[in-house]
Every structure is written in structure tokens, then in C-alpha cells.
């Protein structure tokens, strides 16, 4: 025998209409009990209707609308018929109601009542109610999304309101770098061998100009050319520079790889290309017949002499090749056995053969041992530049020279003090001078050269100054403080001291002996 079972969708159905009759008609009493009862005559009177209307006129008197001889009318209002029907009781307090206050309660001016609206709390929903709203958006389609509360904006700042007052620049002391407005070729667009111009506009807000320079670069950038600009006129702020592009330059746009502009008073600006929008709308147009790209190359290399004294001169021999312009310079450096000095060689060209000729002599007094062969730079006619290290090619590095003497010395010289006559100066139109003494020993050859470099509280391409020998370990410099300086602290960035055997050895300024090294403008 099968069970009997109910289908659900009719019986949901059912369901849901009697819940919603029973919702209709709980909320139609609700209605009703709030208005008020049925009278006897099926009339709906206030339960509580609050005091009537007072009547400005007093009791006992008539309205405008009685006639004047007081007759009573003959037919009777609904009013007159409604008190008829009351009680003695709620006819006197009907009376007390209409009465007029006493005259001295009249007289008195009463405060004005302010009345708050208390908020209403919202009504819980009863799950029929929460049931009935839900069928109601179904078939009506409503889709409303209860109101957000409106969000705070944030405030914006008064623009009349008081600002910061701007920083007074000083006059004494220049700290600002120049700066660069245009930079352009005259002409635009050249064939190879001929000259450009490289016009420089610039400007500097108190000490001036001091140099501008840079370098033009080829499409791949494997040629360099460099240049330099002079002032066109003692009042102008425009700078000219010249340079010539090589026969068989790389054809396509040229343009400045980086500018360095510095002041007077040692602010400097570098530009590169990539980050310089000024620099990037210079373009020169090179065209050329015989195009160029590809930079010379080592064939060979050997040495004249595998051992020598100290003293003595030998020979570099490279065979360098080009594809198109040809080769224009070679040059090679030598490092010493504890990698701490250089000897450079230049060579000279055999005609038309690939044959290079590098002749050098030595100091007396070196680092004794195998001296090897670093680099080798080459450049072809085009200015096509490349350097062939040892680390990359098997025909450098395996180029030697053993070199031996009466005297070696592998070691750099060492410093030992460095002393400042004052550490505070003035900033001056001028410019001031500030003696810089410093204590220097070496072992073995000798000390050769000590320079340095001092730089301001910007930065800045900064200012190089050399000293000379004071005694036997003593040296003797001179640190300029440019014109116009820059208050703050100008501190000796770096000291280089070399011997007579090339050894070299550079201090910067977080080492112990320059932490000192500085001079406080005022």
C-alpha cells in the first residue's frame, strides 16, 4: 500500500495565502483599536480628543452668528443634541474646559514651551511582517535598497587661508645649481665631415656660469665625441660649442649623451639622456655615404722583450683591424704585480698596415715581478670606441712583462695626518683659500703627487686643488672656498697620494684621517 503524500507546491501556496490573510487582518485591527471604539449608534468617537476649541467670547454671551434677540432656533445642532445626552458630570467638565483663565493668569505672559521630538525607536518586525514585505517586492518588483547614511567629505584647505611664508634666499651665498633651458644643433641635420654647432642655454641666479661640457653620441653608441662651450657674449645666456663629425659616421640621429653644467660657486647640474626631456629634443641627423657601426678589433698582441730591467725601454706590439674607416688609435695598460699601480702605453700606426708599434720605459724604482697586460682601447677613424680587456680576450691575457731592479716597492704611500689652519670661514664675493697640511709617508720610492678634491653642502661637481712638498713628509695645499659659497660644511671629499713607482692610493671622506677634514662657512 503506497503512502499518500502531499504535493509541495500547492500546499507551499496554501500555506503562504493564509499567512497572508492572517498578516491583513492583524493589521486592519491594529488600524481600528488605534482610532478609537464604536459608539452605541455604530458612531466612532475619540477616546481621548484633548481639550476643544476655546471660545473667545465669554459664557453667557452670544456669537456674532445668535441673532440679537436671543430666541432660541427651532431646530436644534448635533452638538446641543450631543450634550443633551450627557451627564451632569461630563457637562461640567465641558464647562471648565470653555471657561476663561482668571484675569490675572491672562496677564501673565507665559514662557513659549520648546517641544523635542523624541526619535522613535524602529518597530521590530515580526516574521509575517518581514514574509508580507517580501511578497510585496515580488509582485510589485520593487528592488529599493535601504537609504545609506550620507558619508562625511573630507574638508578641503582654505585657499584664503594663511600660508607658509616662503624661505628669504640669501644674498651672500649661492646654493643653487644652474640651470638648463634649451640645448639644440645648428644645423639639425649634417653629412660626415662636416662641423656642428652645440648652442647651450643657460642660466645661473648669482655666481655665474663656470663650464658646460658633454659628449655626442652615435645611434648605437659605440662613438663618442666630446665637446666643450664657451659664452657667445658677456651678457648672453647662450653657450657655443663645436665639434666635427668623423668621415664614415654612423649614419641616423646623434644626439648628447650627458651635459654637465657647473657655477661659480661649485653647483652643478648633470643631465643624462634618458632622464632629460631637454636633452632628448636635440637630435642631429648625420648622413653619411660610407656608414660606420662596428669598432676595431684585436688580432694579435706580444711583447718585444719578456724580461727587463727597471729603466730600460721595450716594445708593445698590437695588430688591430677595421672594417670600413679604419684604425685611429690604440693604446694599453699595464698592471703591476700587486695591482697597485699602472703604466700606460701609447702606439703609434705603420702606415696602412694593421701593425701597431707601443714603445714604453719604466720607472727605477716599481713593483719587481710580472707585469700584465690589463686593457687595450681602440678607436677607428669613425670614433667608434671599444676596450678589449683581459678578462674577455685570451690574445690580452696572455701578454707579460717580468721587470726587475735595484730597487722595488709594491706599496703605496701612507697618510698620516691631515691638518686644517681653521675650520670656520665666511662666505665671500671673493672667495677664500684655506691651508691644508697633511703628513705623507712612503718606504720605498718615494712620495710622487698628493691632490684632493673638496666639495659643499650640496654636493656638486665640486672643486680639485694639488699640493706641494713642505719637507720630507710634508705637503702643502691650498682647498678653495669658491665665491659666493654656500653655507654649511665643505669637507675634503677624497686625497690621492702616488709614489714614484705609480703606486696609488685614494682616501675618502669617511676615513678616519678626513673625518676632520672640513671647514664650516658662515
Known amino acids: 500500500m503506497s503512502r499518500f503524500r502531499l504535493p509541495f507546491l500547492p500546499t507551499f501556496l496554501a500555506l503562504l495565502g493564509v499567512v497572508f490573510a492572517v498578516v491583513v487582518v492583524a493589521r486592519i485591527r491594529a488600524y481600528n483599536g488605534g482610532a478609537g471604539g464604536v459608539g452605541e449608534r455604530g458612531e466612532v468617537s475619540s477616546t481621548i480628543s484633548g481639550p476643544q476649541a476655546t471660545s473667545r467670547y465669554a459664557p453667557g454671551s452670544s456669537s456674532p452668528s445668535e441673532g440679537t434677540d436671543g430666541a432660541t432656533p427651532a431646530s436644534s445642532s448635533p452638538s446641543a443634541s450631543g450634550n443633551a445626552r450627557l451627564s451632569p458630570r461630563e457637562q461640567r467638565y465641558r464647562e471648565l474646559l470653555n471657561a476663561q483663565p482668571p484675569a490675572a493668569q491672562a496677564q501673565q505672559q507665559q514662557a513659549p514651551v ?40 573630507p574638508t578641503r584647505p582654505n ?25 639644440q644643433f645648428d644645423p639639425p641635420s649634417v653629412h660626415d665631415g662636416d662641423s656642428v654647432a652645440v648652442i647651450v642655454t643657460a642660466q645661473d641666479d648669482m655666481s655665474g656660469i663656470r663650464g658646460i661640457s658633454g659628449t655626442v653620441t652615435s645611434p648605437t653608441g659605440k662613438a663618442l665625441q666630446g665637446f666643450a662651450c664657451q659664452r657667445e657674449a658677456p651678457e648672453s645666456n647662450r653657450y657655443i660649442g663645436r665639434l666635427t663629425i668623423p668621415k664614415d659616421a654612423e649614419e641616423g640621429m646623434w644626439h648628447i649623451n650627458f651635459l654637465s653644467v657647473s657655477d661659480n660657486a661649485s653647483n652643478s647640474v648633470t643631465l643624462a639622456y634618458n632622464q632629460a626631456p631637454v636633452l632628448q629634443s636635440a637630435q642631429l641627423q648625420v648622413t653619411s655615404s660610407r656608414s660606420d657601426k662596428t669598432p676595431p678589433t684585436v688580432k694579435a698582441a706580444w711583447i718585444d722583450k719578456r724580461g727587463m730591467r727597471a729603466g730600460e725601454k721595450n716594445t708593445l706590439f698590437v695588430q688591430a683591424q ?24 701609447a702606439c703609434r700606426g705603420n702606415g696602412d698596415g694593421d701593425l701597431w708599434t707601443c714603445d714604453f720605459t719604466v720607472p727605477a724604482c716599481l713593483d719587481c715581478g710580472d707585469w700584465r697586460l690589463e686593457q687595450i682601447q681602440l678607436q677607428d677613424k669613425a670614433s667608434n670606441m671599444t676596450a678589449v680587456t683581459a ?51 712612503d718606504d720605498g720610492c718615494g712620495v710622487a703627487s698628493v691632490s684632493g678634491q673638496v666639495v659643499g653642502p650640496t654636493g656638486g661637481s665640486g672643486l680639485f686643488f694639488a699640493f706641494s712638498a713642505a719637507g720630507a713628509q710634508d705637503w702643502v695645499g691650498k682647498m678653495p672656498i669658491p665665491k659666493l659659497a654656500g653655507k654649511g660644511i665643505w669637507k675634503i671629499n677624497w686625497l690621492q697620494v702616488m709614489d714614484k713607482g705609480n703606486n696609488l692610493k685614494v682616501y675618502f671622506s669617511a676615513d678616519p684621517l678626513l673625518r676632520n677634514a672640513f671647514v664650516n662657512v658662515r
Open 391 to 441: 678578462a674577455a680576450s685570451d690574445v690580452v691575457r696572455s701578454v707579460m712583462v717580468n721587470i726587475v731592479g735595484d730597487s722595488c716597492d709594491g706599496e703605496p704611500p701612507a697618510l698620516q695626518a691631515v691638518v686644517l689652519e681653521t675650520n670656520q670661514v665666511p662666505s665671500t664675493p671673493e672667495g677664500t683659500l684655506v691651508n691644508v697640511r697633511v703628513a705623507v709617508n
Open 159 to 183: 585657499p584664503d587661508g594663511p600660508r607658509d611664508k616662503p624661505v628669504e634666499k640669501d644674498p651672500n651665498t649661492d646654493t643653487t645649481p644652474p640651470q638648463v633651458m634649451t640645448v
Open 322 to 345: 677595421d672594417d670600413k674607416s679604419g684604425v685611429n688609435l690604440v693604446s694599453g695598460v699595464f698592471l703591476s704585480p700587486k695591482r697597485q699601480a699602472r703604466i700606460g702605453v
Open 114 to 153: 520648546h517641544i523635542v521630538a523624541a526619535a522613535k525607536p524602529p518597530e521590530k518586525q515580526s516574521a509575517f511582517a518581514k514574509m508580507g514585505q517580501e511578497i510585496k517586492k515580488f509582485f510589485t518588483g520593487d528592488k529599493s535598497t535601504p537609504t545609506l547614511p550620507p558619508q562625511p567629505q
